[in-house]
């Protein structure tokens, strides 16, 4: 089945810094791959559509410089969050769509998440 | 604008039992909907999805039923074990354009040994 992997799983930084978190598809190619948060016992929400080769279509209400996302390849998209503050500590979740099938029959696939901690 | 809900937010059960969770979504101009499990801590992994022309989908002790016009779905979960255990999510893609999908808050479901 398709795969997508995500990393760090866990990452703890301290405030001002900046994290960058890597979400790969193994099996397939992605021109779309989205970028959720979840805070606890909330819903995802969407931050970001990453477009490989193009901008990446940010949310209302997400600031694009803070949460710079390079979408280089069909296989890798990259979240960084620069300048990083207490509360950007939160779950960060990404998810791809295989190109192959039209995105309203295909399922997406979700890596396993990045656990962010700013100390 | 879309909003998903699932009723209800939590759930515990023994094990063995025959269980039900809902989801509700407001715009039923969808193209599909998405029924995910999440463990805690971790990612989403799909379970079933139902295309807008479909009524239901079934994968093994799970069956999710769709009635678009309603707005409903609801995913059964028969003979239910431990291991069912998790939060599960359901999610829609609205017709109009855009790829994304809009997610409900989720069902904890907790299976009793």
């Known amino acids: 089945g398709a795969v997508v992997s995500q990393h760090p799983s866990r990452v703890i930084c301290k405030s001002g810094t900046s994290v960058k978190i890597e979400c790969r598809s193994l099996d397939f190619q992605a021109t779309t791959m989205f970028w959720y948060r979840q805070f606890p016992k909330q819903s995802l929400m969407l931050m970001a559509t990453s477009n490989e080769g193009s901008k990446a279509t940010y949310e209302q209400g997400v600031e694009k410089d803070k949460f710079l996302i390079n979408h280089a390849s069909l296989t890798l998209s990259t979240l960084t969050v620069t300048s990083a503050h207490p509360e950007d500590s939160s779950f960060y979740i990404c998810?791809?769509?295989?190109?192959?099938?039209?995105?309203?029959?295909?399922?997406?696939?979700f890596g396993n998440g990045t656990r962010l901690t700013v100390t | 604008k879309q909003e998903v809900t699932q009723i209800p937010a939590a759930l515990s059960v023994p094990e063995g039992e025959n269980l039900v969770l809902n989801c509700s979504f407001t715009?039923?101009?969808?193209?599909?909907l998405q029924w995910f499990r999440q463990d805690p801590g971790k990612g989403l992994t799909s379970l079933l999805l139902?295309?807008?022309?479909?009524r239901e989908q079934t994968s093994g002790r799970l069956n999710a039923s769709l009635d678009k016009s309603s707005g409903r779905s609801t995913l059964y979960i028969a003979a239910s074990q431990p291991g069912d255990s998790a939060t599960y999510l359901c999610a829609v893609i609205t017709q109009g354009g855009s790829e994304k999908l809009v997610f409900g808050k989720g069902t904890k479901l907790t299976v009793n040994p």
């Open positions: 715009d039923s101009a969808i193209y599909n």
């Open positions: 998810s791809a769509r295989d190109n192959r099938v039209p995105y309203y029959n295909s399922p997406l696939h």
């Open positions: 139902i295309q807008s022309s479909q």
